[in-house]
């Protein structure tokens, strides 16, 4: 079974732009969650999505949103980029029963 | 909110010394999952503890879940440089929100 794929896995963008990052989950699986990744702030929770509907929200601004299409795809755009932006964005799949998450490999995202 | 502390959060040692990293928390978590990560990887899920007291052993490493379901160690014998990494905690609460450790960076020297 194929695992998380995430798209692109680099992205160099300058300050003010906008991005999108793209997130196939694990065959089956219909939850998808996102964090970012710093090194000074660890992984913090973006927002989850389940069938189609954001079902749990972290504490980022608005300019930080998702959306999940009825494969189970998901997307998040960044609107508005600002140099602290810059961090490795996860997206996790989840497998019910236990829950369990499984992370794809990441998309680097550089904001310059 | 962080609501898992790890510790230790930096950790070096010698190949073929034995290591604990602990993950502790004031709250109770349905499960508890251990990650790790290489540096521009995803975090790659090593196991997952559902009861109270559980052990689980993965070849070299030992996983305990607290009997409260409050807190988990992972113990690591005779450690080998492949198992060099950022280890992470992650205590889910029984409606899909997962709550993520601080992170224990450990390095094997061979």
């Known amino acids: 079974k194929a695992g998380v794929t995430q798209t692109p896995r680099y992205l160099i963008k300058t300050r003010g732009q906008q991005v999108t990052l793209s997130c196939s989950p694990i065959?089956?699986?219909?939850?998808v969650s996102w964090y970012q990744q710093t090194p000074g702030q660890g992984l913090q929770f973006l927002f989850e999505?389940?069938?189609?509907?954001?079902?749990n929200k972290g504490n980022f601004p608005g300019r930080f949103s998702g959306r999940q299409f009825s494969n189970s795809r998901s997307e998040m755009n960044v609107s508005t980029l600002e140099l602290g932006d810059s961090a490795l964005y996860l997206c996790a799949s989840t497998r019910i029963g236990p829950n369990e998450q499984f992370f794809g490999p990441g998309t680097r995202l550089t904001v310059l | 909110t962080q609501l898992l502390e790890q510790s230790p959060q930096f950790l070096s040692i010698q190949e073929g010394e034995n290591l604990t990293v602990y993950c502790n928390s004031s709250s109770v978590f349905s499960s508890l999952q251990w990650y790790r990560q290489e540096p521009g990887e995803g975090p790659v899920l090593l196991v997952t503890?559902?009861?109270?007291?559980e052990v689980k052993k993965l070849k070299r490493l030992t996983f305990q879940f607290g009997d409260a379901r409050k807190d988990s160690s992972l113990h690591i014998t005779a450690a080998q440089p492949g198992d060099t990494g950022l280890y992470l905690c992650a205590g889910e609460n029984g409606g899909n929100q997962f709550y993520f450790g601080t992170g224990t960076s450990l390095t094997v020297i061979p």
């Open positions: 999505y389940f069938s189609e509907t954001q079902r």
């Open positions: 503890v559902v009861t109270g007291g």
């Open positions: 065959s089956g699986h219909r939850s």
